[in-house]
Each structure stands twice: as C-alpha cells, then as structure tokens.
C-alpha cells in the first residue's frame, strides 16, 4: 500500500520536473520555435522513459509552447505575425491594469523595493547587456502584478507571457530599443511614485506596444 502511494506521487513529480527543464529551454532558445523535439533523445539524456516525457511534453501543449502533431511528433510552437499582433494588445491590456493597481497600492517600502529594481535596469542598460535587463526587467513587472493583489489578473498576465517570452527578448536587439525601453520604464516608475493610476497605465500600454513595434522593424530589416 504504501509502495503504491510512494509511485502515485512520484510519477507526476518526475513529468512535471522534466517539463520544466524543457520550458526553460524553450525560452532560452535552446529548444528554438519551429525545431522538432526528439524525444528519444532527451529520454537518454534526461536517463528517464518516453512516458514522462511525454506527459511533460502534453503540459507544455496545454499552454502552447508546444504542437503534438499526429504522425510527425512534437514541434516548439513558433508565433507568426498574426499571433503577435493579436497577443501584444491583449498584454498591454492586462499589464496597463496590472501597473495602474499597482500605483494606487504601493506603499512607501514598496516604491524603495522598485528602486532597487531600477537601479539594476539603469546598470544593465548603461553596460549594454539585453539578456540581463530582460531579466531585471521581468522582475519589474512581476513585483508590479504582487503589488496589484489581483490573482486573476497575475494568472492572465502569466499565460500570456509565457507565449511572448518566445519572442520579446529579440526586440532588445533592434538599435537603440534597449535605451527607449530604459526611459520607458522611467516614465513608468515615476508615475508609480506619483501614484497616478491613470498615467502608470496608459505608460505601460503604450511601452508593451512599443515592444511590438520594434519588434516588426526587427523582422523587417532580417
């Protein structure tokens, strides 16, 4: 009896391990949108069965970082120009809510935790570094959704990222996006300090936006 209760919980711990070392890998693009996934392989480097894999992999497709295509296997989903132009908007919706809550909300120690945070985009921005502002800058907005408390709206904002995280961090490699993100970011904050709602979210709005748009000039210049 207790054997079996000891595999009921380890099985599903194992493919939930093992889906998220392959969710990281897709966004560091290690597993790159479009590629094939061999199972076979990763089941030899991960030591583990097809079976694991396979139910990690059944996760992965029910947030769409994943395609199980029958007879051909399972492929990194890779966002077309329709998808983005159709995501982006519904991100600077959620996120201008997410930023406009969290200016009403946050409180002095909340608003010198955000300093911090800023600090780090304003180091990494000077020093050029993309990967590590896209880092610091994630962090920015999720401590925005804890300051906002609206666990709807975290979850919203959460799906939805995981699907740009396939593509957002090449948008800092267009010239000069890193330093219009920066001063984005500063508008953003400021407006946090003032606690003007309004303003914080029609900031974020726009600055999602702008995302996407320079992400279009990118692909246009490829």
């Not at 992999?57 to 947030?63: F, M, Q």
């Not at 919203?156 to 948008?171: H, V, W």
Request: charged share 30%; proline share 3%; net charge neutral.
């Amino acid at each position: 009896m207790n054997a079996r209760t000891e595999i009921s919980i380890a099985s599903p711990a194992l493919y939930l391990q093992v889906a998220e070392r392959l969710r990281t890998r897709i966004f560091a693009h290690e597993l790159p949108p479009g590629s094939w996934i061999d199972e076979q392989a990763l089941a030899q480097e991960y030591g583990i069965s097809r079976t694991p894999l396979r139910e990690a992999l059944k996760v992965l497709a029910s947030e769409n970082l994943v395609m199980l295509k029958p007879r051909r296997g399972c492929y990194v989903t890779e966002l077309s120009e329709q998808d983005l132009d159709e995501i982006f908007p519904v991100m600077a919706l959620l996120e201008g809510r997410c930023a406009a809550a969290a200016a009403q909300k946050a409180n002095e120690a909340d608003l010198s935790g955000l300093v911090d945070i800023h600090k780090q985009l304003e180091e990494h921005a000077r020093n050029g570094d993309a990967d590590r502002f896209f880092d610091a800058n994630q962090h920015f907005h999720t401590r925005l959704q804890e300051l906002a408390g609206n666990r709807w709206l975290s979850q919203l904002i959460d799906e939805t990222r995981k699907m740009l995280k396939l593509t957002r961090r090449d948008s800092l490699r267009l010239d000069g996006r890193l330093k219009q993100s920066l001063a984005e970011h500063r508008a953003i904050f400021k407006a946090i300090q003032q606690h003007d709602a309004n303003e914080a979210g029609r900031l974020m709005h726009e600055h999602l936006l702008s995302g996407r748009a320079a992400l279009v000039k990118l692909h246009t210049k490829a």
